[in-house]
Every structure is written in C-alpha cells, then in structure tokens.
C-alpha cells in the first residue's frame, strides 16, 4: 500500500480507543484526586532517572570549571567544537564501529531468529541456551576471553577486533528483540504466500521481513546503543589508533572532570532524544502504512 501522508496525518491526529477497563480505571483514579503510592514511586524514579541529566545540562552553561554557577555562557560548546579534536575523532571512532557491529549483529540475529523458529534440525535448543551466554557473563570474562582468543590467532587489536567484539556481545539482544517480534507472526500467511506461488525467499523478503521489521529495527538501535556506551570489553581489545568515546572520557576524568564532557553530554542527549522521537513516529507511519 502506497504511503498516504494525508492517512497518516489522521491516524497521529485521531484520539486513542481506550478499552472498558481502562476507562473505568481512569475514572475511578480521577474521581480520587488523592496521590497514591504508585504516583510517589513514580515520581521519585523519573527524579533519579532524569535529575543527573538536569544537572550535566545545567553546568554545561556554566562560565567556569567549579561546581558553583558562575554565570552562563557558550564557553565550552565552543571549546568541545573548536579545541576538542581528539575527541571527536574518538567519537568519531565510536560510531563507526557502533553502525558496523550493529548492521552486522541486526543481519545475523535477524536470520538467526527467523531460521530458530521457521525450521526444525539438531541442536536447537543448545543454540537457544548458548545464545544467552554473551547476556549474563560478566563483561570482563569476554573481554579478557576475547583478547586471548585474538592473540592466539596473532590478529593484531585494533578497530576490527573492537568490532568483532561489539558484535558478539550485541548479537543476543538483537536476536531475542527479533525473536519477541517473530513470535506474534502468524506463519500462515507464510503458508498462503507459498500456496500462491511465491518461493521461499520472496516468503522471506516480501512476507516476513516487513512483519518483523520493527522488532529488527528496535534490535538495530539496541546493539548501536550497547556499542556506543560499551567500556570493558573495548578495553581490553583496543589498539593504536582506536580509541573510543567512553575510553577518551575516561581519560579526560582521571585528572578531574572538564566542563567540555559536559556541553557533549548536553548535545549527546538531545541527538538522542530526536532520533528516539523520529524513529518512534518513523515506525508507527511504517505500521499505518501497512
């Protein structure tokens, strides 16, 4: 179905449906007007979830480098665009093995989830426990197994091997977020297609894959996320020249925290929060169009 910009217009603008329940729910609390326990919880959470950012925000206008607000100013936006070249170049780093390990994670748990659910062979539930492993160890074992396994093989640390590794440990959340989605298909409509003539690939491109894609897109942005932020194991395996992100910050705090860390954090949140709002009305105009 062609997208209909008009359609989707109406389907952001349109009031959501709510349930029996949930309108009766939703009385019964306003009729109330009393705080409850669950709104307290609620409240103190978002504060200790978003007051930290607040704050990096805040002293990231600050004239000087104390925790004392001194005055506003640009000061070291200007310093982070102007006299902060290594750490873009770190960032720069950051993301290149973040898009790389994450296109390369999305495709293999992609395939991995659809082939674990679509066909039958041996050792199917052995992948299914062993896939868990890279979750639950400690980052330290895999980065310091993986730098073992590295040196063994004489590959020399690098931007490959900070891949490699990304990839490893990423490739299970993408693989269980495109699992969740695969679930709730219905595979027949696989078998429908089938019937009417389409082979097993354009089953997949055609069928499948659409009705997947925003479990693979959600696994996408989650192995760029666990990438970006990911400190141990790119220690461990990091090389001349590769230096990332989170380990050029570790190395500007060593000798106290500078101001600059804070203007990238401020501009770090706010690319974030735009991606995350695009992407969420990105999807929903995909779902409406389909």
Not at 117 to 124: A, D, E, H, R, V
Not at 125 to 131: D, E, P, Q
């Amino acid at each position: 179905m062609p997208f209909n910009l008009m359609a989707n217009f109406r389907f952001f603008s349109k009031p959501r449906t709510l349930s029996e329940p949930s309108r009766h729910a939703r009385r019964a609390f306003q009729s109330t007007g009393a705080p409850t326990l669950s709104g307290f919880v609620l409240i103190l959470t978002l504060l200790f979830l978003f007051f930290p950012l607040l704050v990096v925000i805040f002293y990231s206008f600050n004239a000087g480098k104390s925790m004392s607000f001194t005055g506003f100013s640009l000061r070291w936006y200007h310093d982070l665009i102007f006299k902060s070249r290594p750490l873009w170049i770190a960032l720069w780093n950051s993301f290149v093995i973040a898009l790389v390990s994450a296109a390369v994670s999305t495709v293999i748990g992609t395939l991995a989830a659809v082939g674990i659910n679509w066909y039958k062979f041996y050792g199917k539930t052995f992948i299914k426990v062993i896939s868990f492993l890279p979750m639950v160890l400690p980052e330290v074992i895999i980065g310091i197994s993986t730098v073992i396994f590295f040196a063994r093989l004489r590959i020399p640390l690098g931007m490959f091997t900070i891949a490699a590794a990304h990839i490893t440990f990423c490739l299970p959340f993408v693989y269980l977020m495109v699992r969740a989605r695969i679930d709730e298909f219905d595979f027949s409509i696989v078998e429908a297609a089938r019937d009417l003539g389409a082979t097993e690939r354009q089953a997949m491109l055609k069928v499948v894959l659409p009705a997947i894609f925003p479990g693979v897109i959600s696994g996408f942005m989650m192995a760029v996320t666990m990438s970006l932020e990911d400190f141990v194991i790119t220690f461990f395996v990091k090389g001349p020249g590769s230096t990332t992100l989170p380990l050029y910050i570790y190395q500007m705090i060593r000798t106290g925290v500078s101001p600059v860390v804070n203007a990238l954090s401020c501009v770090l949140i706010a690319a974030t929060v735009l991606i995350a709002f695009s992407l969420r009305k990105f999807l929903k105009a995909f779902a409406a169009a389909k």
